[in-house]
């Protein structure tokens, strides 16, 4: 599996895969924190998570469809600017009731980038390394989350919940 990561067509995807799944989580538990800061409710905090999680679920094989005939590059570049809009959004905003809304074109853009990056890898590599090449990738899900997940602890308490969704946009928007 290790050989894969020297193989130079990976280890860009590697690299954004990594980023979007990093910050993926990094807003997510933003938003989760916004939410349930200002409505104190653990039912709006549910909500959130089934809008950057259910919803987008459901609504992703429709969008698949009229995506079908883009390239995975313009894909790709379009997810990450959509979850970096998302982020600059609840940076510069704040908490409102759109905030369920951003959290549903947070997950979409998330599903599309992890999707699109995943077919990339199968158009990039062949044999042995496709099969590596998506350990890889799923070893690195696996690793970013518990990373992701003390992070966004650690920003969001240092500094804010709008801090930190405004320092995840430019990530996004750089690896776009």
Known sequence: MTSVLRLRAFRPLAGVY???ALLEW???MALMVLVYGETKSSLAAAALLFC???VPGLLLPFIATHVEGWSS????RSALLLQ????VLVGTVGFGVWVFAVAIALGIGCGLARSAIRGQVGVTLSGDDVRDANAAVNLVAGLVL???QMLA???IRAVSVESTS??????LAFSA
């Open 166 to 171: 405004l320092g995840a946009a430019p990530g």
């Open 146 to 148: 518990p990373v992701a």
């Open 18 to 20: 990594t980023l979007n």
């Open 73 to 76: 590059r313009s894909l790709i």
């Open 84 to 87: 970096a809009g998302a982020f």
């Open 153 to 155: 602890g650690i920003l």
């Open 26 to 28: 990094l807003g997510s």
């Open 52 to 54: 950057t999680q259910v």
